[in-house]
DNA sequence: TATACACTCAACCAAATGGTTGAATGAAAG
DNA sequence: CTTTCATTCAACCATTTGGTTGAGTGTATA
């Protein structure tokens, strides 16, 4: 399983920090969608939903189908991996943090 | 524990898409470091690294202390989290997709 | 007290971002 | 074959980003 480099991390944090991006995640994670489904509930134009899809697309956290004249979105789920895996080497901090609280609180209930 | 919002998340994951950005959290992740220390192994000015942090700061990622003429940098992990609590909302997605892989493969070798 | 050190601020710059409009393309339906 | 629907492209615009330089502000130290 090829790891992630740091242009990949790049792209993938960069396209998650808009809300627009995330809620277009969530709505292909109940399934394929055409892009005008995906319009639909966002008040954008088609164009700007469309560079939004690029932007997830060249972080290959979506990938497309044709069929005919539609587009079909789909969520490609191992791109999100990439950043849980990062995010992973920093778990341990804050396990620690919460169980240095979890520590005071309960020296502080019995001292 | 107060769940972040999606104004949070823009600041936290456009925070995590600069590889200079990621790089000092490595960095802090190994304890408090000045802000010199932290803008010696990068070859950028001084000033280039405090917006750095500035950023990092914004998204609530990295704390400060005053030691005299020192300022400490510290990392702080909770914001971290809600990263991490916003992707663990598609991890049932990588995993199934790993268990149809898992089952594919299996079907090949005995069919 | 003068001088070095550890930064921050303001001004500037080029490139990227996130949006728009309007024209262009391509498939499907009348 | 014309029209309509689904989408992209190109041009444009304002704002943000990531960097620079150079001056300014505290805090130590000789």
Chains 1, 2 share one sequence.
Do not use: C
């Not at 809620?23 to 994670?29: D, E, G």
């Not at 789920?77 to 950043?83: F, Q, R, S, V």
């Amino acid at each position: 399983m090829a790891t992630a480099d740091s242009y990949d991390l790049d792209r993938i944090f960069h396209a998650l920090a808009d809300p627009t991006r995330r809620s277009i995640l969530r709505q292909i994670a109940e399934g394929e969608h055409s892009i005008s489904a995906i319009a639909r509930p966002h008040d954008l134009t088609f164009a700007a939903i469309s560079k939004h899809l690029k932007v997830l697309e060249r972080a290959r956290l979506i990938g497309r189908r044709k069929d005919g004249s539609f587009q079909m979105i789909s969520l490609n789920p191992e791109a999100l991996k990439n950043a849980d895996r990062w995010l992973s080497y920093y778990q341990k901090f804050w396990n620690l943090r919460l169980e240095a609280l979890k520590d005071l609180l309960e020296r502080k209930e019995r001292p």
